[in-house]
């Protein structure tokens, strides 16, 4: 079965500061897709980045990046330059080529400070 | 811009009663999900419906069942609610397997 692992269920950093979120996944699937989500205290989830097994490259959108190491099964976020309004939770997420289902770390909560 | 839209944000209902959380999309999406959401689980999927009048359980489906008689329209039902439902509830849709999925705003319930 797959699992995700997300090992730090909260942090904080200065605003301007990086931050770096750790998720790991387990899985014998070769073609699957990762996720990070983003909840914010308003409750509304939105996808922060989004990253295909197959794909070598790392996805970056705007301050959020990725590594991903595939053979170590890890899938962590990094916050450049972290705002304020980047205090949320973020989840990382799994799902296989075949399969409709995403499977979700705990969460880790992320608090940015003025 | 993707909406779904989730009928209430917050819910109050009484044990035994039976309980109803709408979920409508506008984006002709196939697939619509039902999670719950607790604090250190993460999100718990609990049915999923890829068309119309089409469901399969997610990992937690007792104690709920859903509707898919149109497409933009997913409805859970809690068929006699207990106070271990008291969660968060999130509906979601997507429009391809591997595809984003957008989130409605959540429905807090609270059983008593």
């Known amino acids: 079965a797959q699992t995700v692992t997300q090992s730090q269920p909260e942090m904080s950093v200065q605003e301007a500061e990086t931050v770096t979120l750790s998720c790991t996944y387990d899985?014998?699937?070769?073609?699957?897709?990762l996720f990070w989500y983003k909840q914010p205290p308003s409750r509304q989830m939105i996808l922060v980045i989004r990253?295909?097994?197959?794909k070598q490259q790392n996805a970056t959108e705007n301050r959020f990046s990725v590594n991903f190491q595939k053979a170590a099964k890890s899938f962590s976020l990094k916050i450049s330059d972290s705002q304020l309004g980047d205090t949320a939770m973020y989840f990382c997420?799994?799902?296989?080529?075949?399969?409709?289902?995403?499977?979700w770390g705990a969460g880790t909560k992320l608090i940015i400070k003025p | 811009d993707v909406k779904v839209t989730q009928s209430s944000r917050y819910l109050v209902k009484r044990t035994g009663e039976k309980v109803f959380l709408e979920c409508v999309q506008d984006?002709?999406?196939?697939?619509m999900f039902w999670y719950r959401q607790d604090p250190g689980l993460g999100l718990r999927l609990i049915y999923f419906?890829?068309?119309?009048?089409?469901?399969e359980k997610g990992d937690i489906p007792e104690g709920y069942s859903v509707s898919r008689e149109k497409k933009e329209r997913f409805s859970l039902i809690l068929e006699s609610a207990s106070t271990n439902q008291t969660s968060m509830y999130l509906c979601?849709?997507?429009?391809?397997?591997?595809?984003?999925?957008?989130f409605g705003q959540g429905t807090r319930l609270t059983v008593v």
């Open positions: 997420a799994f799902m296989m080529d075949s399969n409709y289902q995403l499977i």
């Open positions: 419906s890829y068309d119309v009048k089409m469901k």
């Open positions: 990253q295909e097994a197959y």
């Open positions: 979601a849709s997507s429009f391809i397997n591997g595809g984003e999925a957008f």
């Open positions: 984006m002709d999406h196939e697939n």
């Open positions: 899985t014998s699937e070769s073609n699957y897709y």
